[in-house]
């Protein structure tokens, strides 16, 4: 469904900096109806990969396709994407703001209300429609957010470190409540994310990533069925597939936060 | 606790206007400069007379001209300068430059090329109300969040969607605070106008009480001005402040 062939990018340099290479020679395919993670220390790349997917740039070498499509411009009618901060529009409530996407959709006046509280619903938030954002809380605006992309029915969904903003508790929670969501949604979802816990808990596979430039380290594949409960937090193959993650992951993560990365990548090549 | 604020305020207030009452009576203050505020009250039948009134009937349609010419070229060139990286680098640096240069000298010059009347009050009231509208709305366009504008790309909007149904809900409360401030101007420009040369208006009749010692119609046409001004720049900013409700944090006007 969605395909990534030997992506590179290299962001055109901005004063003192020079040229940054953020991605190097990915591949990747990620199949219909899965939900597939993206995980690695910051600034490797995972959010240009979904960029790339979303449309919202070009690769500067290598190919990416969705539904063997290139992808010049955004898909409204394919792919829905969920951000970070929520991006609700403050002056709209919160069914005026899952009804300002099915607007943008040019889906009729009369079918939007009907199927924007429907997806509210869906995230349990109907008693909050007419509430403006202001007004909620972080987790419960990222729900608005998700039955805002899930109302535009999409096959593909591509969410950009959607829980990044939110404390442990309440990602918990609302982890094992999109796992039940995507259970009987069937799409496609490509996950940005930097939880360990989350990758596992919610893909049926992760891609790890290493430091700049972003290449694919290992994709892992996690073989439970969906959808998942809090019981398979607790399960040895859980615990021993976040185990190997932190090992790959460690050493990256160490290496991007203390700025070790281009010295400790030019040794590797050398 | 509010109540007891109001309370003291009206104290306070009561004990001015009495203090002001017996230094005029007991002639501690000059009465050609000042009459107490019962004589005051008494000089505002004498402001219904048909010229007085012919008088505030201009100075209204010089505000109204000259605010609806600085909300439309404001609106329209801040958008215009907001919206477009190219018309905001070229003209930017030339509108705030314009802004710095104090109108007041501008006056003669339009009163040369405009003459007393009405064209040269709301011209000069024009140059001064048309920076803060200009000003708020080109910041108000440009602080649009940028990860909205996303959103709505990525769902689908048009140009015309984008700027219909984010940029414009997002600038409006600063359009609205940009008029507000503009009015405030406006009405200031054509007061000024009118002081400086004219046979007629507001400012015209302030500036002939004040040389014709008639201060208790100097006061009550004062007061009566201030009142208008009160309640005109109080309506507005009922309405910023409905339309801003959704703003989680107080921005500040600028060019106010």
Redesign the interface.
């Known amino acids: 469904m969605i395909q990534f062939k030997d992506v590179g990018v290299t962001y055109a340099g901005e004063g003192a900096l020079g040229a940054v290479e953020a991605l190097r020679g990915v591949t990747l395919t990620i199949e219909r109806g899965e939900l597939f993670s993206l995980i690695g220390p910051s600034g490797c790349g995972k959010s240009t990969l979904l960029n790339l997917a979303a449309g919202l740039r070009g690769p500067t070498t290598g190919v990416v396709t969705v539904g063997g499509q290139p992808m010049p411009r955004p898909r409204p009618d394919t792919i829905a994407v969920v951000f970070q901060d929520y991006s609700l529009f403050p002056w709209r409530t919160v069914v005026g703001n899952i009804e300002a996407g099915l607007e943008f959709r040019g889906v009729p006046r009369a079918e939007r209300r009907d199927r924007a509280m429907r997806y509210l619903r869906m995230v349990g938030l109907e008693a909050f429609a007419g509430a403006v954002p202001r007004q909620l809380s972080g987790g419960m605006k990222q729900r608005v957010a998700i039955a805002r992309s899930l109302s535009l029915e999409t096959p593909v969904l591509l969410m950009d470190e959607p829980f990044g903003a939110l404390d442990e508790q309440t990602r918990m929670v609302l982890g094992e409540e999109v796992s039940q969501i995507f259970a009987q949604t069937q799409k496609t979802i490509l996950l940005v994310t930097h939880s360990l816990a989350e990758a596992v808990f919610l893909s049926d596979r992760i891609a790890v990533m290493s430091g700049r430039p972003g290449r694919i380290r290992e994709v892992i594949q996690v073989d439970a069925p969906h959808p998942r409960t809090p019981e398979f937090m607790t399960s040895k193959l859980f615990h021993d597939l976040r185990d190997h993650i932190f090992r790959l992951l460690h050493d990256e993560m160490r290496a991007s936060v203390l700025g070790l990365h281009r010295g400790a990548r030019a040794e590797d090549r050398g | 606790m509010s109540r007891s604020i109001a309370w003291d305020r009206a104290v306070l207030i009561l004990a001015g206007l009495a203090v002001w009452e017996a230094a005029a009576r007991l002639r501690w203050l000059d009465p050609d400069f000042f009459s107490p505020p019962t004589k005051v009250v008494g000089a505002m039948a004498d402001l219904a007379t048909p010229p007085v009134l012919a008088a505030a009937r201009l100075t209204a349609t010089e505000v109204a001209v000259a605010f609806a010419l600085a909300a439309a070229v404001g609106v329209g060139l801040g958008l215009m300068i907001g919206l477009f990286p190219f018309a905001y680098r070229t003209f930017r640096p030339i509108v705030l430059l314009l802004f710095s240069v104090p109108k007041m000298v501008m006056l003669p010059l339009f009163i040369l090329f405009f003459g007393i009347g009405l064209t040269s009050k709301a011209v000069f009231a024009f140059s001064l109300g048309v920076f803060p509208v200009l000003l708020n709305v080109i910041a108000g366009t440009r602080m649009v969040?940028r990860?909205?504008v996303?959103?709505?790309?990525?769902?689908?909007?048009s140009q015309l969607?984008i700027f219909a149904?984010?940029v414009l809900?997002?600038a409006?409360p600063s359009v609205i605070t940009g008029l507000r401030v503009g009015m405030t101007q406006t009405v200031l420009g054509v007061l000024l106008a009118e002081l400086y040369a004219a046979n007629t208006g507001l400012g015209y009749y302030v500036s002939l009480y004040s040389q014709s010692f008639k201060p208790a119609q100097l006061f009550a046409l004062f007061f009566l001005v201030a009142a208008l001004s009160i309640v005109v720049n109080e309506a507005l900013r009922a309405i910023e402040r409905r339309a801003g409700r959704?703003?989680?944090e107080e921005v500040e006007a600028e060019g106010a």
């Open positions: 969040d990860t909205l996303t959103a709505a790309y990525c769902m689908g909007a969607g149904k984010v809900p997002a409006l959704w703003r989680e």
